[in-house]
C-alpha cells in the first residue's frame, strides 16, 4: 500500500511538471472593423511548428521572424470569428514579442472586416488540442 502511494505521488509530480497551454485573446469592434491581439506562449508554438531551427533548445528573434508567416496561418486559421451569420477573416500584421510572467509569447495583432456592423460576436478557437 505504501509502494502504491509513493508511485502516486511520483506520477503526480510528473504530471504537475507540464504547464497546460497558454494565449491570451483581445477583441475590439468598431462598426465592421474587428482588431485584436493574440499573445501565444513561444513554448507552446515551438512544440507544434519547430521553430527552433539549429536546434539548440533557444529561440531567437530570428528563428521566429523568419516563421512569421507560418505562425499567423497557424493561429489564424484556428480562429473563427462570426458576426451574426457571417464570418470574419482575420489578417495579420507582424509579430511581436512579450514576455508574461512565465516566458515568452508571440503577439500577433491582426485586423478583420466583417459584411455588416458587428452587434454580437462569436468566438471559436481550437489553438492546441
Not at 509502494?3 to 475590439?28: E, F, P, V
Not at 523568419?66 to 505562425?71: T, V
Amino acid at each position: 500500500m505504501l509502494a502504491a502511494l509513493g508511485l502516486l505521488l511520483c506520477w503526480t509530480s510528473l504530471a504537475q511538471a507540464h504547464k497546460a497551454s497558454d494565449s491570451y485573446l483581445h477583441l475590439s469592434a468598431s462598426g465592421v472593423t474587428l482588431s485584436g491581439q493574440w499573445d501565444i506562449a513561444l513554448r507552446d508554438l515551438d512544440t507544434v511548428l519547430n521553430l527552433d531551427a539549429n536546434g539548440d533548445g533557444l529561440l531567437t528573434w530570428r528563428e521566429v521572424r523568419l516563421r512569421q508567416a507560418d505562425i499567423a496561418q497557424y493561429a489564424l486559421g484556428r480562429l473563427t470569428l462570426r458576426s451574426g451569420a457571417a464570418t470574419c477573416v482575420p489578417r495579420a500584421g507582424a509579430p511581436l514579442i512579450d514576455d508574461h510572467s512565465d516566458g515568452a509569447y508571440v503577439v500577433l495583432r491582426f485586423t478583420a472586416t466583417c459584411p455588416q456592423p458587428v452587434q454580437q460576436l462569436e468566438v471559436d478557437y481550437r489553438l492546441f488540442a
